[in-house]
């Protein structure tokens, strides 16, 4: 009966420690699948960009119930009529942004916090804006606990950029504008350059690649896309 006990007591957390490794695996190994049949299968070469696909656990990113779709080849909604971009979208405008020139990310649109944490793998400092403020708090605290202090989050419209911090090397945003906003143009170092989606809400948007030099701007149409609306006001 002693020696029964003993048993237990060393079984039982054995049989829990291998259960959490098994967990973790299962994620790495997803992950890793996702990465070559999504993302490098489709192009992306960038090893820094490969390497933060690789290591952050996009399905911490997403709600409880969705956890079996967070490394589906799509968008996965996030709640509010939000989602978190498809993984490819993610890695491609991390890859196009040249994230190893990059010091200062500004991204509007924190939705997840998930594009944040991958620009957040490779650049000093990233700044992003959500609009609503119940994903606003939950992005601040996934950031947060997942241990980026490398991120800053404020809950505003992106419309206006992050003027005190400004300028940055580049700019992302991750909902599509009907035009691009003036003040992320300025707010752009020169030199940098942003990537934001172009076109009306709930259509066909294009993918806009824009670089700021000599004082002069220039845009070039990288890809159809899909993404929520940005949101005007306040
Ligand atoms: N980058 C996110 C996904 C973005 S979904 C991720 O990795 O999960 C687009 C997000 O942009 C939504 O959360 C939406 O609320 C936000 N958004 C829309 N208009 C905005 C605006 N004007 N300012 C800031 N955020 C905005």
């Not at 003993?6 to 973790?24: E, T, W």
Request: proline share 6%; glycine share 8%; aromatic share 10%.
């Amino acid at each position: 009966m002693k020696r029964q006990k003993k048993i237990f007591y060393v079984l039982i957390p054995v049989i829990f420690i291998y259960g959490f490794i098994g967990v973790i695996d299962v994620y790495k190994s997803t992950r890793e699948k996702m990465v070559n049949t999504q993302i490098r299968a489709r192009g992306i070469e960038n090893r820094i960009v490969i390497e933060s696909m690789l290591k952050v656990p996009r399905h911490l990113f997403v709600p409880k119930n969705r956890i079996s779709e967070a490394y589906h080849d799509r968008p996965v909604p996030i709640g509010y009529g939000q989602t978190i971009s498809q993984p490819f979208i993610v890695a491609y405008m991390t890859e196009v942004i040249e994230p190893e020139k990059c010091i200062k990310v500004l991204e509007i649109g924190t939705g997840s916090g998930y594009q944040a944490a991958i620009l957040a793998e490779i650049v000093d400092s990233v700044f992003t804006i959500e609009i609503i403020t119940e994903l606003y708090n939950e992005a601040k605290k996934r950031l947060h606990e997942l241990g980026y202090k490398n991120i800053k989050v404020k809950n505003a419209n992106g419309y206006w950029g992050w003027n005190e911090h400004a300028p940055f090397d580049a700019i992302v945003v991750t909902a599509a504008a009907e035009f691009v906003p003036p003040p992320l143009i300025e707010q752009l170092k020169d030199g940098g350059k942003m990537v934001i989606p172009v076109g009306s809400p709930f259509l066909v948007q294009t993918l806009m690649l824009i670089e700021k030099k000599g004082g002069k701007i220039y845009s070039k149409s990288l890809m159809p896309v899909r993404f929520v609306p940005f949101v005007r006001g306040k």
